[in-house]
């Protein structure tokens, strides 16, 4: 077996720890970057420049913050909940994490939630062999209404009103994390309005 066909094009980021089960030692990891398959974003992820596939700066984020979530108005886009185009990836972090660097582009906005804030409702999004962690959507809508005066009221009143709209929200689900996420009455307001 070559090296060329230890890189699979259906694979946009690739941590260390796949490429040595690859079989690829440092030394091949290091021609395979000189010779421009890979390029190094970090110390533990390369990219595939051969990648075929659908780009996402979600797998950035994760490649960056593996530990984080993506959040609020990226989650929102990613749902189809809003127009709003945002210029960087939302994700959050536990309060007490740290995260050694970032990259220049995509950039990413860290949000630092408390354990139980960010521990609910964490979904793992599988493309390929390409993966980043999200929100579910219920999750989204009330981090969105618990952090509206940062996201902006009319964007919060354009997401609730989507997602009022979908055939797949669950309502119930929604009120629980809101309760769970202490906004259960701001929420019931919003949607005494727009019901």
């Known amino acids: 077996?070559?090296?060329?066909?230890?890189?699979?094009?259906?694979?946009?980021?690739?941590?260390?720890?796949?490429?040595?089960?690859?079989?690829?030692?440092?030394?091949?990891i290091n021609q395979l970057v000189n010779q421009g398959v890979l390029r190094k974003l970090n110390k533990k992820f390369y990219e595939n420049t051969g990648y075929q596939g659908e780009e996402s700066d979600?797998?950035?984020?994760?490649?960056?913050?593996?530990?984080?979530?993506?959040?609020?108005?990226?989650?929102?886009?990613?749902?189809?909940?809003t127009t709003y185009r945002p210029d960087a990836v939302d994700v959050a972090i536990r309060r007490k994490a740290k995260v050694s660097s970032l990259p220049k582009w995509p950039e990413v906005n860290l949000y630092y939630y408390t354990d139980k804030?960010?521990?609910?409702?964490?979904?793992?999004?599988?493309n390929?062999?390409?993966?980043?962690?999200?929100?579910?959507?219920?999750?989204?809508v009330v981090d969105?209404?618990?952090y509206r005066e940062k996201v902006g009221i009319e964007e919060t009143k354009e997401i609730l009103i989507n997602y009022l709209r979908r055939r797949d929200r669950?309502?119930?689900?929604?009120?629980?994390?809101?309760?769970?996420?202490?906004?259960?009455?701001?929420?019931?307001?919003?949607?005494?309005?727009?019901?």
């Open 144 to 146: 969105i209404v618990f």
């Open 117 to 126: 804030r960010f521990e609910l409702g964490i979904e793992t999004v599988f």
């Open 170 to 195: 669950n309502l119930n689900r929604l009120l629980r994390y809101a309760e769970l996420m202490k906004c259960k009455d701001v929420m019931k307001n919003y949607l005494e309005v727009l019901v």
């Open 1 to 28: 077996m070559t090296i060329d066909y230890a890189i699979s094009n259906d694979q946009m980021l690739i941590s260390i720890e796949e490429l040595k089960e690859k079989g690829l030692t440092l030394y091949k």
């Open 58 to 81: 979600f797998y950035y984020a994760y490649a960056y913050v593996p530990t984080g979530v993506v959040c609020l108005m990226s989650a929102a886009v990613y749902y189809n909940l």
């Open 128 to 140: 390929e062999k390409n993966r980043f962690r999200i929100y579910d959507i219920e999750k989204t």
